[in-house]
T-cell receptor, first 111, second 114 residues
Framework: QQQVKQSPQSLIVQKGGISIINCAYE??????FPWYQQFPGKGPALLIA?????SEKKEGRFTISFNKSAKQFSLHIMDSQPGDSATYFC??????????FGSGTKLNVKP | DTGVSQDPRHKITKRGQNVTFRCDPI?????LYWYRQTLGQGPEFLTY????????KSRLLSDRFSAERPKGSFSTLEIQRTEQGDSAMYLC????????????FGPGTRLLVL
């Protein structure tokens, strides 16, 4: 059973546009929600993360929006750049230790 | 480079052969995790260590899989009698015990079983 559902599977955005990736979860015991960025041939790298007592977190062009009642969270990439083209994974973490990853979104930012 | 390293980066083997992968975590990190990632999917948890103790194993980790971290530093993941379904990227990650939610991933070992 998939613990975290991620959408869309792929996304094409023009340079300067906003990229939005969504994730949903069921288990209310999750206590940490990170986003990872993965380039081809590399391991995932932590991008930004949020705890469930916060509704929004912003770091530079990256923002997480968290809706605890809907059990949904999303990543917004403002002013998307070609260098942002990568696969993005959301995750939900239990006990700050057990990670459940979404299936990934392949982002392509066109120049 | 002081990040997580994995060796080899690529491995091609024939079905039925045994393979072993190595992970060197960031030196100060006492937690080490193994994940499996298949094409188009996110990483799936396999097992993790705190120092040399293996604290949890996923049910994905069949009897053919074994992991060790003998001195609490590097770790090995061995797959015996490989099957074509074992073809995947095997990722290692490490973290501090006190900041365990921040996992740093290595580049992975891509396994292809023919």
């Amino acid at each position: 059973q998939q613990q975290v559902k991620q959408s869309p599977q792929s996304l094409i955005v023009q340079k300067g546009g906003i990229s939005i990736i969504n994730c949903a979860y069921e288990n209310t015991a999750f206590d940490y929600f990170p986003w990872y960025q993965q380039f081809p041939g590399k391991g995932p790298a932590l991008l930004i993360a949020i705890r469930p007592d916060v509704s929004e977190k912003k770091e530079g062009r990256f923002t997480i929006s968290f809706n605890k009642s809907a059990k949904q969270f999303s990543l917004h990439i403002m002013d998307s750049q070609p260098g942002d083209s990568a696969t993005y994974f959301c995750a939900a973490v239990y006990n700050f230790n057990k990670f459940y990853f979404g299936s990934g979104t392949k982002l392509n930012v066109k120049p | 480079d002081t990040g997580v390293s994995q060796d080899p980066r690529h491995k091609i083997t024939k079905r039925g052969q045994n393979v072993t992968f190595r992970c060197d975590p960031i030196s100060e990190h006492n937690r080490l995790y193994w994940y499996r990632q298949t094409l188009g999917q996110g990483p799936e948890f396999l097992t993790y260590f705190q120092n040399e103790a293996q604290l949890e194993k996923s049910r994905l980790l069949s009897d053919r899989f074994s992991a060790e971290r003998p001195k609490g530093s590097f770790s090995t993941l061995e797959i015996q009698r490989t099957e074509q379904g074992d073809s995947a990227m095997y990722l290692c990650a490490s973290s501090f015990e006190t900041v365990q939610e921040t996992q740093y991933f290595g580049p992975g070992t891509r396994l292809l079983v023919l």
